[in-house]
């Protein structure tokens, strides 16, 4: 079992800037952030594969960028230029694939407040 821990997450003012972290008991190179607001989908962010290939929600463009140290199995998304409507949970998730099997991993989520 994959086990993922986000940190990182508080009080940004609007405009401002927070890296939030996930870290993973184990390889996950496969990688993403969501978020999700209550009586809401959980919406996709950002992802990486490997090292390199990432991948970002339309909405997110330009405002956020995710990276990823092996050493530490952790993936970093670093977003700027907070608005109000940022203020939600990120959830990290890992995919992981083992004989033909795709299995999901979820972490427990981390708060974004984003004040004026």
């Known amino acids: 079992q994959l086990r993922l821990v986000e940190s990182g997450g508080g009080t940004v003012e609007v405009g401002g800037s927070l890296t939030l972290s996930c870290t993973a008991s184990?390889?996950?190179?496969?990688t993403n952030w969501y978020r999700q607001t209550p009586g809401n989908e959980r919406d996709f962010v950002a992802g990486?594969?490997?090292?390199?290939?990432?991948n970002y929600a339309d909405s997110m463009k330009g405002r956020v960028s995710i990276a990823r140290d092996d050493p530490t199995n952790t993936v970093y998304l670093q977003m700027n230029n907070r608005k109000p409507e940022d203020r939600t949970t990120y959830y990290c998730?890992?995919?992981?694939?083992?004989?033909?099997?795709?299995?999901?991993?979820w972490g427990e989520g981390t708060h974004v407040t984003v004040s004026s």
């Open positions: 998730n890992a995919v992981t694939a083992t004989d033909g099997r795709c299995k999901n991993y």
């Open positions: 184990g390889r996950a190179p496969a």
């Open positions: 990486i594969i490997g090292n390199s290939g990432t």
